[in-house]
C-alpha cells in the first residue's frame, strides 16, 4: 500500500482542492475547480500504467469518500448539498472507473499517449454528462423538491452565444472544453511522471 501513497496522496489534495475552488468563478462559466479536477484522471492514469487497475481503482476509491464528505461539509447538509453530493461522488466515481477500463483496455494499443488520452477524455465526458444533470437539470428536482436550483434551468444562449439552452447547459459545455484541452495538456506530465517512476523501479 505504501507504494501506492504518492497516489493517495495525490488524488486526495485534488479532490479538497477542487470542492474548495469550485466556490471561486473563472469567467462566467467556469470555476477553479474546473482547472484543479480533471488532473484527477492524471492521477489515475499514471498508478494505472505503473501499478495496474487494481491500484487505480484503490486510489478512485480513496477519493471518492473524500469527495463526497467534502460536499456534504461544504454547506451545511442540506438538501441542495445532497443533491450536490450526489452528482458529485456519482459522477466522480463511474468516470474514473471507465477511465481505469477503457485505459486498461488500450494499454498496449496504439502509440505511448493512446490510452491516458482516450480514457481521460470518455471519463472527462461521462463525469460532466453525469455531475451536471444530475445536480441542475429540473429532471432530477425530486432530489431537492425545494427546487433550490431553479436558476440553472433558466433558458439563456448556448455560452452566451448559441441557441437557447437552460444555463446549465452552458456550465457543462464550458467544463467539458477545459477537460479536453487538460486531458491533452496532461499528456506531457504523465509521460515524465510515468519515465520518472519506471526508472526507478528495482528490476527483477
Not at 17 to 46: C, E, K, M, R
Not at 107 to 128: K, Q, V, Y
Amino acid at each position: 500500500m505504501t507504494r501506492f501513497l504518492p497516489g493517495v496522496i495525490a488524488m486526495a489534495v485534488i479532490v479538497v482542492a477542487s470542492n474548495i475552488l469550485v466556490q471561486y468563478h473563472l469567467g462566467a462559466w467556469l470555476t477553479w475547480g474546473a482547472i484543479t479536477y480533471p488532473f484527477a484522471f492524471l492521477v489515475t492514469d499514471v498508478m494505472n500504467r505503473v501499478y495496474g487497475p487494481a491500484a487505480a481503482r484503490r486510489v478512485v476509491f480513496v477519493g471518492f469518500v473524500i469527495g463526497v464528505a467534502c460536499s456534504l461539509i461544504a454547506a451545511g447538509f442540506d438538501k441542495t448539498t445532497l443533491r450536490i453530493a450526489i452528482a458529485s461522488g456519482s459522477a466522480f466515481l463511474l468516470a474514473q472507473l471507465l477511465d481505469i477500463s477503457v485505459f486498461d483496455a488500450m494499454r498496449n494499443r496504439g502509440s505511448w499517449w493512446t490510452a491516458p488520452l482516450m480514457s481521460s477524455c470518455l471519463g472527462a465526458a461521462l463525469d460532466t454528462a453525469i455531475f451536471f444533470s444530475v445536480a441542475f437539470a429540473a429532471q432530477f428536482s425530486f432530489i431537492d423538491p425545494t427546487d433550490n436550483v431553479a436558476w440553472a434551468n433558466e433558458m439563456i444562449p448556448l455560452l452566451g452565444a448559441g441557441p437557447a439552452a437552460p444555463v446549465w447547459m452552458s456550465l457543462a459545455t464550458a467544463d467539458w472544453l477545459m477537460k479536453m484541452a487538460l486531458a491533452l495538456l496532461a499528456l506531457v506530465p504523465f509521460r515524465l511522471i510515468v519515465r520518472n517512476i519506471l526508472r526507478r523501479r528495482p528490476a527483477f
